[in-house]
């Protein structure tokens, strides 16, 4: 009786665990896209500030964002759902990528397409609407995202390895898909090209 008892506990704890990672990626799968302007704070471990920003953010799912820092400085990271691209103006170079290798951008993966096999790399804890992801595979960024049970994302959190801490708040939020042409990059003339595929 004893062994079936601990049987049944085992039992429990793994299907709560997978309830909320089920919770949410049903969640996510709610809304096809959106758009939001963000505001980023980023501080250290100690709760030092480090930096503060604005920007926009568009996505359609899976596998289309545009993710566009506006201040302190100019950065966008845009995936037409094979490549990524990450363009600096400031110093007229642009990094492309293939976006299903792209390590430092597992977030918007999970984001984009609640089906990916990245999602199987990560343990979920649900506390109402804030989900935290670990990873089991040794990747040193941890997340924290509060989703609504209508699939609009209200914050999300980055929790680096030294306890640094990127936080995201989105505002002017729009729902449904975005059109695929805010998902296109074309390299301005005089762009340096770094092309890493």
Not at 51 to 69: A, C, H, I, S
Not at 126 to 142: I, V, Y
Not at 144 to 161: D, K, Q, R, W, Y
């Given at each position: ?6 049987l049944i506990g085992l ?18 799968d709610k809304i096809d896209g959106f758009y ?162």
């Amino acid at each position: 009786m004893k062994k079936f008892l601990l049987l049944i506990g085992l039992l429990a704890s793994v299907s709560v665990w997978a309830g909320d990672k089920e919770v949410l990626q049903q969640r996510l799968d709610k809304i096809d896209g959106f758009y939001a302007r963000f505001s980023q704070n980023v501080k250290t471990a100690d709760n030092q500030p480090v930096q503060e920003g604005k920007g926009d953010l568009w996505v359609t799912r899976p596998y289309y964002f545009n993710w566009t820092m506006n201040e302190p400085d100019e950065t966008a990271i845009i995936s037409d759902g094979e490549n990524m691209w990450v363009y600096t103006p400031a110093v007229e170079q642009v990094s492309v990528l293939d976006l299903k290798k792209a390590v430092d951008n597992r977030l918007m993966l999970l984001i984009t397409d609640s089906h990916n096999p990245i999602w199987d790399v990560y343990n979920v804890k649900r506390k109402q609407d804030s989900f935290t992801l670990t990873p089991t595979d040794g990747s040193t960024q941890n997340f924290v995202i509060s989703v609504l049970p209508t699939g609009m994302i209200s914050n999300f959190t980055i929790i680096e390895e030294d306890g640094q801490r990127s936080f995201y708040d989105l505002s002017h939020q729009e729902l449904g898909k975005i059109a695929l042409s805010k998902f296109k990059f074309t390299p301005p003339a005089g762009v340096i090209i770094d092309d890493q595929r």
